[in-house]
């Protein structure tokens, strides 16, 4: 069994996914309009679901180990294979749920198993280049207000009135800035 920890690998793979998943849904979508013979108004209704379902394979959910730290497991019963366990803070995006259990990816691409109350409201990311520049302000020229290595965990505070590309984190010595999306997971 492997521990994993805040030393992580990036998040492309997720971004490839999520991309396909969107060219996916507009195929559809345009393949659906084009085989339509009614009215317009027809038309607008299958735009309008091709566009939720396109809505639905974007969205994501993240949530983080909670303070006790947590086992992983091959599926979804204490009675699974144990993978490793997983530290506090260490953020998750949930993929799905059965029952009490939640099956997750972490920032390694790695899928779970995890005891939803093992599980944290309290979000964070992870830094994944060598050093991310956290700044005082969200714009590129604004002082630093601190450094972080490369699987550094970060309490994510807020998203209200963040401009889109920025983060707004905390470091758990207290210290807040904002850090670019590229630079993270866990978001």
Same mark, same amino acid.
Request: include cysteine.
């Given at each position: $069994?492997?521990?994993?920890?805040?030393?992580?690998?990036?998040?492309?793979?997720?971004?490839?996914?999520?991309?396909?998943?969107?060219?996916?849904?507009?195929?559809?979508?345009? *393949?659906?309009?084009? /085989?339509d013979s009614g009215a317009s108004l027809r038309?607008?209704?299958?735009?309008? $679901?091709?566009?939720?379902?396109?809505?639905?394979?974007?969205?994501? @959910?993240?949530?983080?180990?909670?303070?006790?730290?947590?086992?992983?497991?091959? /599926?979804?019963?204490?009675?699974?294979?144990?993978?490793?366990?997983?530290?506090?803070?260490?953020?998750?995006? #949930?993929?799905?749920?059965?029952?009490?259990? $939640?099956?997750?990816?972490? %920032?390694?691409? @790695?899928?779970?198993?995890?005891?939803?109350?093992?599980?944290?409201?309290?979000?964070?990311?992870?830094?994944?280049?060598? #050093?991310?520049?956290?700044?005082?302000? %969200?714009?590129?020229?604004?002082?630093?207000?601190?450094?972080?290595?490369?699987?550094?965990?970060?309490?994510?505070? @807020?998203?209200? /009135?963040?401009? %889109?590309?920025?983060?707004?984190?905390?470091?758990?010595?207290?210290?807040?800035?904002?850090?670019?999306?590229?630079?993270?997971? *866990?978001?």
């Open positions: $069994m492997r521990t994993a920890s805040f030393h992580a690998a990036g998040g492309a793979g997720v971004l490839v996914a999520v991309g396909a998943s969107l060219r996916s849904c507009v195929s559809r979508g345009a *393949g659906l309009l084009a /085989g038309r607008a209704a299958v735009l309008i $679901m091709a566009a939720a379902a396109c809505a639905g394979a974007l969205a994501a @959910d993240y949530r983080s180990i909670g303070d006790s730290g947590a086992v992983l497991y091959d /599926g979804p019963s204490a009675k699974a294979r144990p993978l490793y366990v997983a530290t506090r803070a260490l953020p998750v995006e #949930i993929i799905s749920t059965d029952g009490t259990w $939640m099956k997750v990816r972490d %920032p390694s691409g @790695d899928l779970a198993w995890v005891d939803r109350k093992s599980l944290s409201d309290k979000r964070t990311v992870v830094v994944t280049v060598p #050093i991310a520049e956290v700044r005082q302000s %969200p714009d590129d020229a604004a002082p630093l207000a601190f450094q972080a290595a490369q699987g550094v965990g970060l309490e994510y505070i @807020d998203q209200a /009135g963040t401009p %889109p590309g920025w983060v707004h984190v905390r470091h758990r010595d207290g210290t807040a800035g904002y850090v670019r999306l590229a630079q993270i997971w *866990g978001f």
